[in-house]
């Protein structure tokens, strides 16, 4: 099982541009979530899903929006990008009522100049 | 609004002591707390749960204890070792969904 795996790894965008984050499970779990982990900050929940077709706010969420089209894949998008979404972005997965353990991908890195 | 909170400061021990990692909660009582080891450039990696009722858990040389009066966690790592450095993060759920963390403790330990 390759687990969570998030695509890109690096991407540097201009001011305005917009991109799509990509992430992908193969352990067939109901919650997805995205992450946003700043120095000093720790991990802040942006959006998450409980289950194929749901997405919810977490405690960041504007200027992002999500989409879970398919149960294994949770696809985070910026419309505009800023300068303050310059972070590294992390995806997870859970499966529920599991000791509640999160399963983390590698992470995206996003510069915005 | 509800807090996890860890020591920011960096923790520098010895190869073969105890390190201690602290993580306190404010505005809200947590039914467990999660704790996860993180790597340079890595997403967490979880390590060990540990619920309301139970006042510690162990897992090989990781332990974890849970004090609801004054609202903590410890995390101690026994026999520590280089290649235990990492950062320690501390979560817990604020509902059935949605997990908090605290900003983490970077542990370095010197051979």
């Known amino acids: 099982n390759a687990g969570v795996t998030q695509t890109p790894k690096f991407r540097v965008l201009k001011t305005g541009q917009s991109m799509t984050l990509l992430c992908a499970q193969d352990m067939n779990h109901e919650y997805m979530y995205w992450y946003r982990q700043d120095p000093g900050m720790g991990l802040r929940l942006i959006h998450y899903s409980v289950g194929e077709g749901t997405t919810a706010k977490g405690e960041v969420p504007d200027g992002y929006n999500v989409s879970r089209l398919k149960k294994q894949n949770f696809l985070l998008g910026l419309e505009s990008a800023a300068p303050s979404q310059t972070s590294v972005y992390f995806c997870?997965?859970?499966?529920?009522?599991?000791?509640?353990?999160?399963?983390f991908g590698p992470g995206t890195r996003l510069t915005v100049t | 609004s509800q807090k996890i909170e860890q020591n920011s400061e960096a923790l520098n021990i010895q190869e073969g002591k105890t390190a201690t990692l602290t993580c306190n909660y404010t505005n809200y009582s947590p039914a467990y707390l999660q704790w996860y080891r993180q790597d340079p450039g890595r997403g967490p990696v979880f390590l060990l749960l540990i619920r309301e009722n139970e006042k510690e858990k162990r897992k090989e040389r990781l332990k974890v204890t849970f004090d609801t009066t004054l609202k903590q966690s410890l995390f101690h790592i026994t026999a520590s070792q280089p290649a235990d450095s990492a950062t320690y993060l501390c979560?817990?759920?604020?509902?059935?969904?949605?997990?908090?963390f605290g900003s983490g403790t970077r542990l370095s330990i010197r051979p």
């Open positions: 979560a817990s759920y604020s509902s059935a969904s949605k997990i908090i």
């Open positions: 997870a997965s859970r499966a529920p009522g599991r000791v509640y353990e999160q399963y």
